[in-house]
């Protein structure tokens, strides 16, 4: 029962839709029909502007970790962290509040780590690692989604070598493969030279 209330707890964290919420509470804005559509901090920063961005992307990396400390009260805790933050991220992409369109798990990735080091105990260079990757890349290519899978996927490795934590292991790789899938489309665009980069950089 308890793994089935912190998948449920994380799920439904995971849905709420703050892109949406933001949009349409302060900037009278459905995100979903502008940009690429997605219910994600890069598509709200890019129609509402930065600050609505940060935002969205503030609280999206918020519900995972507070998904993760509510779980934290069960037994077998770091297990059930782990199925928290990755079942946060399953309602993030695919939201029961939104129609089940929603964003790409970046956020919710850095909300999953965030809290495992914050409540699971585990070293914050799990957190800081994969930000560290993402800026560099970011840096040389001007490219978010290729910074965010990339940052995934070494953090995934990083964590392979220096985590005493299988739990943790499987919670990232989770996330890495569901993030390289959410973002096939920006793999297709980058493929053709296509693909938006940012400027502000």
């Known amino acids: 029962m308890d793994m089935v209330a912190a998948f449920v707890i994380g799920y439904l964290l995971g849905s709420i839709p703050f892109a949406l919420v933001i949009g349409k509470i302060f900037y009278k804005t459905d995100i979903r029909q502008y940009g690429s559509g997605n219910l994600g901090g890069s598509n709200a ?87 560290i990757t993402f800026m560099v890349v970011l840096y040389v290519t001007k490219i978010v989604a290729l910074s965010s899978v990339l940052s995934a996927i070494a953090n995934t490795i990083f964590i392979y070598f220096t985590a005493d934590s299988k739990a943790l292991f499987f919670g990232s790789l989770v996330f890495t493969i569901v993030m390289i899938i959410r973002h096939r489309a920006n793999f297709e665009r980058m493929l053709k030279h296509e693909e938006n980069k940012i400027s502000w950089m």
């Open 45 to 131: 920063g890019r129609v509402l502007g930065k600050k609505a961005g940060l935002a969205v992307m503030t609280l999206d990396l918020l519900k995972v970790t507070f998904a993760i400390f509510l779980a934290s009260f069960f037994e077998n805790k770091n297990v059930l962290m782990v199925v928290a933050g990755v079942s946060a991220a399953i309602g993030h992409c695919f939201p029961v509040f939104a129609k089940f369109k929603g964003g790409k798990a970046v956020a919710t990735m850095y909300g999953f780590l965030f809290g495992m080091a914050l409540i699971g105990g585990q070293s914050f260079w799990i957190f800081f690692f994969p930000l």
